[in-house]
T-cell receptor, first 112, second 113 residues
Framework: GESVGLHLPTLSVQEGDNSIINCAYS??????FIWYKQESGKGPQFIID?????DKRQGQRVTVLLNKTVKHLSLQIAATQPGDSAVYFC???????????FGTGTRLLVSP | DGGITQSPKYLFRKEGQNVTLSCEQN?????MYWYRQDPGQGLRLIYY???????QKGDIAEGYSVSREKKESFPLTVTSAQKNPTAFYLC????????????FGQGTRLTVV
């Protein structure tokens, strides 16, 4: 039957703070991970990705950390701005074998 | 411009009617996906296709159907068997089914009236 959707957890921060959004992934064989940002009423947009041969990758104001031992992924946003308010999803993939699988998502609210 | 296009942006359906949502991509991607999103919730996979003329059910395929006759097109039909079709539908494409980012369309909001 149809699975029940999960309501999104919310992270509230003040403008200028650093934000950390966490994600637990399910498949130890996954070797590629992506973070997406979804603004209200729009499709998700790519933020940053990381492959399993790395522990850390940095972009502009964002850093992704990968802990394969505990199957955990995090997205760090430096100096959070009101424009960062959105829903953030992690996704996992395994080359050639597996469809893209999304995590539950986290809603980030940034207060001025 | 390369990208993935969903149409229409808003769609209204009467109860008991089938309706088809369009998804077209010109990125030459092999894999395409359909997701459903309800308010305040995450993405749930309806169907996905790894190659032309082949597709697989996702987690919530009941009441939906798809076709993949062309590489660039992956239409989704919401049938009258779908009991609660009002939702935001997202289409995505990916170069292969692994190791590359997926690109999303801007979504179709379907409302049953």
């Amino acid at each position: 039957g149809e699975s029940v959707g999960l309501h999104l957890p919310t992270l509230s921060v003040q403008e200028g703070d650093n934000s950390i959004i966490n994600c637990a992934y399910s498949n130890s064989a996954s070797d590629y991970f992506i973070w997406y940002k979804q603004e209200s009423g729009k499709g998700p947009q790519f933020i940053i990705d990381i492959r399993s041969n790395m522990d850390k990758r940095q972009g502009q104001r964002v850093t992704v950390l990968l802990n394969k031992t505990v199957k955990h992924l995090s997205l760090q946003i430096a100096a959070t701005q009101p424009g960062d308010s959105a829903v953030y999803f992690c996704a996992e993939n395994r080359e050639g074998f597996q469809k893209l699988v999304f995590g539950t998502g986290t809603r980030l609210l940034v207060s001025p | 411009d390369g990208g993935i296009t969903q149409s229409p942006k808003y769609l209204f359906r009467k109860e008991g009617q089938n309706v088809t949502l369009s998804c077209e991509q010109n990125l030459n991607h092999d894999a395409m996906y359909w997701y459903r999103q309800d308010p305040g919730q995450g993405l749930r996979l309806i169907y996905y296709s790894q190659i032309v003329n082949d597709f697989q059910k996702g987690d919530i395929a009941e009441g939906y159907s798809v076709s993949r006759e062309k590489k660039e097109s992956f239409p989704l039909t919401v049938t009258s068997a779908q009991k609660n079709p009002t939702a935001f539908y997202l289409c995505a494409s990916q170069l292969t089914t692994g190791g590359t980012e997926a690109f999303f369309g801007q979504g179709t909001r379907l409302t049953v009236v």
